[in-house]
């Protein structure tokens, strides 16, 4: 038997729903409570008493992490084993500050130089997020697709912030996209940027550019009023 006291007695009764697999089962019974605070940042979350809370093997329970991972809703941790990922408003709000203050004068820079070559990398990005099933591979090409338009602004300091601002993001990104889905990306802000980029229009890029964040801003932090911090 669990330990009463185990941090795992938050997961509660079982979810309703029918499950194809094992695996998709501890997932989805993990990701709500992870998502509605009750299992919070830095629970360890132990194979051995997760197969048993489940009644399961190991390994539907290790590919659970898995996919938790890929959403950025756990951490595998050296010497400790998964965690769940430790996130705050506060830190997501410093987080997007930063890139509304880097992101705009990275682009407005970038425009009038970049080459018709780096504009038609940033649509096959596009393409390539319209495709992608996987969360992981997701934050990836957000970062690609803005560091693309981004890349002709000709300081180098300021890019390479630019770039760990964004790297920085990517588990809000995936925390958002799973609590919400994928129909939440903003692909049309992406395909407006690069629209007014293609133009030549950096004012307008600009400004849907800081539109999108701000609208990504307020998302995470309507999220965490609503689950209580």
Not at 90 to 114: F, V
Not at 149 to 154: F, M, R, V
Not at 199 to 224: M, N, S, T, Y
Request: charged share 25%; hydrophobic share 50%.
């Amino acid at each position: 038997m669990a330990d009463p006291a185990s941090p795992l007695d938050a997961l509660g009764p079982a979810l309703e729903g029918r499950w194809r697999t094992a695996t998709e089962f501890v997932e989805a019974v993990l990701k709500a409570a992870i998502l509605e605070g009750r299992l919070p940042g830095g629970t360890a979350l132990r194979q051995e008493e997760l197969a048993e809370r489940f009644g399961v093997s190991r390994m539907p329970v290790r590919e659970a992490l898995r996919q938790l991972e890929a959403q950025a809703l756990v951490d595998m941790v050296p010497h400790r084993g998964a965690v769940v990922t430790e996130i705050s408003a506060a830190d997501a709000a410093d987080t997007y500050a930063i890139r509304r203050a880097l992101e705009p004068a990275a682009l407005r820079l970038s425009i009038p130089r970049l080459a018709p070559a780096q504009l038609d990398t940033a649509a096959e990005i596009i393409l390539a997020m319209d495709a992608e099933p996987e969360p992981g591979r997701m934050g990836l090409l957000n970062r690609r697709f803005h560091m693309a338009l981004y890349a002709a602004a000709g300081h180098r300091r300021l890019l390479a912030l630019t770039a760990a601002q964004l790297a920085a993001c990517d588990r809000y990104l995936r925390f958002h996209l799973a609590a919400h889905g994928r129909e939440h990306l903003s692909q049309q802000d992406h395909r407006a940027m690069l629209a007014a980029a293609r133009a030549g229009d950096a004012p307008r890029a600009v400004a849907v550019l800081e539109a999108h964040l701000d609208r990504a801003a307020g998302a995470i932090a309507r999220f965490f009023a609503a689950r209580g911090g």
